[in-house]
């Protein structure tokens, strides 16, 4: 199990990605401008002029939205405040994804739990439909009681995932080794509340209480420094990374040595599953990517 540490006991960190390429960034975002609400029969809902969403999830129906723009490539920001209280069965999910039978996606699911018990965070990329790349962490704070933003860094060469600036996992490009890498299908944002008490909470032996729906997380902060995809082309097609390295750094951002340093500190401490250790699931050996950070 991992340790249990404050957040004030976690010093101040270099940003995974620089807020950068404004000519080709739907920035600091407003809900209502950039997102459409598409189910939950009135259960998500946009207020204060559209600097805040809310997912609700009841006993009949969850909800969810996604993005009007669809990116190329990005560094995307939005800060979460997950279901308080006894969330058991519960999964908040917030991902990048695209279409078709083998698309691409970047997760970021919310497993709810027993009251005061820690939310696990599961992540996965996926890559021409294949994914089987969890990994699954605790949180250093309780992401109920606050907003806190997650992060998905994505350039040619590596995915990102951070917390609150804190690199929490590395998804490296390796198709010089034959595994396929998310570069070349636009993705949406997505987000959903729903119940999936068959398998969320301890494989789905603890099912979720009804009698404290509805369940809500919330939304705001949202922004985009990234390439928008519209009408079968890139907003940076004409700016390659090259050329933009003073504007729009995060297009071949890596992690410095300190970064490196505390995404180490992070899966030491508060990793809880990496496939790239689960030699009874891969018998025949680990895959191909796992010889790197990943």
């Known amino acids: 199990m991992a340790c249990s540490v404050s957040s004030s ?8 990605g620089l807020s950068v390429l404004s ?21 998500a809902k946009i ?16 909800s969810g939205f996604q993005s009007r723009n669809e990116y190329l490539f ?12 006894n969330s058991a069965g519960t999964v908040t999910a917030y991902y990048l994804s695209s279409k078709g039978s083998t698309w ?47 992060s998905i860094l994505w350039n040619p060469q590596r995915i990102v995932f951070s917390v609150d600036g804190t690199p929490i996992r590395e998804f490296k490009n390796s198709e010089s080794s034959g595994v396929p890498f998310p570069k070349s299908q636009p993705m949406r944002i997505y987000s959903s509340l729903w119940n999936a008490d ?36 890139s907003s940076c097609n004409s700016n390659s990374p090259s050329s933009t390295s003073s504007n729009g ?19 030491k401490n508060y990793m809880i599953y990496n496939y790239c250790s689960d030699t009874k699931r ?12 990943s």
């Open 104 to 150: 691409d996606e970047i997760d970021f699911e919310f497993l709810g739990n027993l009251s005061g018990d820690p939310y696990i965070l599961h992540t996965n990329v996926f890559s021409q439909g294949k994914g089987n790349r969890e990994q699954q962490f605790y949180l250093w704070f309780d992401p109920t009681a606050d907003f806190h933003t997650y």
């Open 249 to 267: 750094a995060w297009l071949s951002e890596e992690l410095d040595t300190t970064s490196q340093e505390r995404l180490k500190w992070f899966q």
């Open 74 to 85: 990005g560094k995307i920001d939005m800060q979460l405040k997950l279901v308080p209280g």
């Open 198 to 233: 068959d398998w969320a909470t301890r494989g789905g032996l603890v099912k979720t209480d009804w009698t404290q729906a509805p369940f809500t997380a919330s939304y705001r902060n949202f922004n985009a420094d990234a390439c928008v995809w519209s009408n079968g082309a």
């Open 47 to 62: 207020l204060n002029n559209g600097e805040l969403l809310t997912l609700n999830l009841d006993k009949s129906s969850g």
């Open 23 to 43: 000519f080709a960034v739907a920035s600091a975002g407003n809900f209502n401008q950039d997102f459409d609400i598409t189910w939950g029969d009135g259960r």
């Open 282 to 293: 891969f018998p025949q050996g680990l895959p191909v990517e796992c010889s790197s950070t």
């Open 9 to 16: 006991a976690i010093p101040s960190m270099v940003m995974v």
